[in-house]
């Protein structure tokens, strides 16, 4: 990853840290809750498409932009980039944020259950050695 790259994740990160409640996270637990994710999606650097995109560099990532997926309308009509305290309301209820969405996943209810998800996604998914298969 290029510094501008790395300076512009890092950048998103600290804005989005403030609009999420801190809480200790537990990337090790995260990575467990990623397996629900994988049958979907995939993390590692210039990793395949599945039934969902590809999910390396997706924080700081403009929405619907993942290379060579085929995103719906509904993912298409919005404009935001995805920081944590997106993340967090897309993993709380996707159909509710994004009304029309493919995405069959109902959302993780318990607030520690996704800090712990999206602290995962932001180690897994900014570095080259990604797996969520370990």
């Not at 404009?79 to 993780?108: H, N, S, V």
Request: charged content about 25%.
């Amino acid at each position: 990853m290029n510094l501008a790259k790395s300076l512009a994740l890092s950048t998103a990160f600290a804005i989005g840290l403030g609009a999420v409640p801190a809480l200790a996270q537990d990337t090790a637990k995260g990575k467990r809750l990623f397996k629900r994710c994988a049958a979907c999606h995939t993390l590692e650097e210039g990793g395949k498409n599945k039934v969902g995109p590809n999910l390396f560099g997706i924080l700081g990532q403009q929405i619907a932009t993942a290379e060579n997926f085929r995103f719906s309308n509904a993912f298409k009509e919005l404009d935001f980039a995805w920081d944590e305290a997106k993340m967090d309301e897309f993993i709380l209820a996707p159909k509710k944020m994004i009304p029309g969405t493919k995405m069959a996943f109902p959302g993780l209810r318990k607030e520690q259950d996704r800090a712990d998800l999206i602290a995962y996604l932001m180690e897994a998914t900014t570095t080259s050695t990604a797996d969520a298969t370990d």
